[in-house]
């Protein structure tokens, strides 16, 4: 069966997503009430949050990709490279920093790869498997899409990939994807015309 693909641009008044994290303590699982955040865009810009009484920050954010550095008094401090924010969407990530002194702020340079999933008719196509595995077989990276037909893989190490989408266990697409740099998110909207 043929599947044929066509790529939609992004609607005008989509420039912006939202960012939500939670931050705990890894070995209680205590929220980390007062943790700071750096969001360090791909252009440079700097932004600060702190975590409320419950561990949690909520933020718009440019659609982009973002390293950001996680710390608290008494933990060791945590750099996520390749968050993706994707415009229209909110993002939710969760995460634990270990007590101690020192930071974990070391690692490679990575990208987002993300975007919107629809059908010929545009609406959402949801709860579908994306999978991008690198040409050489050593790196996967797996997500489903939610009930706006988002998805979103964080922390991808620029190389060539091979771009899956899965449902029912059923390859619907197949495709190679180049993802030249860490500074830039690679926004990638499909529509699947025929199934």
């Known amino acids: 069966m043929d599947h044929r693909l066509e790529q939609p641009t992004a609607a005008a008044g989509d420039v912006a997503g939202t960012l939500c994290c939670t931050l705990l303590d890894r070995r209680s699982s205590v929220p980390l009430r007062g943790a700071r955040i750096t969001c360090v865009g791909r252009d440079s810009r700097v932004a600060r949050f702190d975590a409320d009484g419950s561990g949690r920050f909520t933020t718009p954010l440019p659609q982009g990709v973002y390293d950001l550095v996680i710390s608290a008094r008494g933990y060791i401090s945590l750099l996520v490279?390749?968050?993706?924010?994707?415009?229209?969407?909110?993002?939710?990530?969760?995460?634990?920093?270990?007590?101690?002194?020192?930071?974990d702020t070391q690692g490679?340079?990575?990208t987002a790869i993300g975007g919107y999933l629809t059908?010929?008719?545009?609406?959402?196509?949801?709860?579908?498997?994306?999978?991008?595995?690198?040409?050489?077989?050593d790196v996967t990276y797996t997500t489903r899409t939610d009930r706006d037909g988002a998805y979103l893989l964080h922390g991808i190490v620029p190389q060539a990939y091979d771009f899956t989408v899965s449902a029912h266990e059923r390859r619907i697409l197949r495709e190679a994807v180049a993802i030249d740099n860490a500074k830039d998110f690679v926004r990638l909207d499909l529509r699947i015309v025929q199934m």
């Open 81 to 103: 490279r390749g968050v993706g924010v994707l415009a229209g969407h909110n993002q939710t990530l969760t995460r634990a920093l270990v007590p101690g002194q020192g930071d």
């Open 108 to 110: 490679e340079a990575a």
């Open 119 to 137: 059908d010929r008719f545009g609406r959402p196509v949801t709860n579908v498997t994306i999978r991008i595995t690198a040409e050489r077989g």
